[in-house]
């Protein structure tokens, strides 16, 4: 059964770091694209970053780009995300999802096609607040 697994979310002040991470099991590692989406209530998702499966090529919406920082780790078949200078309009709950090929490409042509989102885990809430 696919299964990923956020954690390491929570509350920062303004301008801090936290560095999410995402277990996967379930499924081929090796390969597969990854992204990271988070969503406010009552609001659309947001497509923050993703990394190609096939060449490691990453993506970063303009509203992160140069803050956050994806990863992965093949062997430890985990997904990170390093969100740093922190801001309050970044509290949401993070979401990892991952591209298994049932649908268009999640991760193609310079963006995180939502639509291409095969799977995604519960979250991991974060606060940016003073």
């Known amino acids: 059964q696919v299964q990923l697994l956020e954690s390491g979310g929570g509350l920062v002040e303004p301008g801090g770091s936290l560095k999410l991470s995402c277990s996967a099991a379930?499924?081929?590692?090796?390969?597969?694209?990854f992204g990271w989406f988070r969503q406010v209530a009552d609001k659309e998702r947001e497509g923050l970053s993703c990394?190609?499966?096939?060449?490691?090529?990453?993506y970063y919406r303009d509203a992160v780009k140069g803050r956050f920082t994806i990863s992965r780790d093949n062997a430890k078949k985990e997904v990170y995300l390093q969100m740093s200078n922190l801001k309050p309009e970044d509290t949401a709950t993070y979401y990892c999802?991952?591209?298994?090929?049932?649908?268009?490409?999640?991760?193609?042509?310079?963006?995180?096609?939502?639509?291409?989102?095969?799977?995604w885990g519960r979250g991991t809430p974060v606060t940016v607040s003073a």
């Open positions: 999802a991952v591209d298994l090929g049932r649908n268009q490409d999640m991760c193609v042509n310079g963006q995180f096609v939502l639509r291409g989102m095969d799977w």
């Open positions: 379930g499924f081929t590692f090796d390969g597969k694209s």
């Open positions: 990394v190609r499966g096939s060449d490691g090529t990453t």
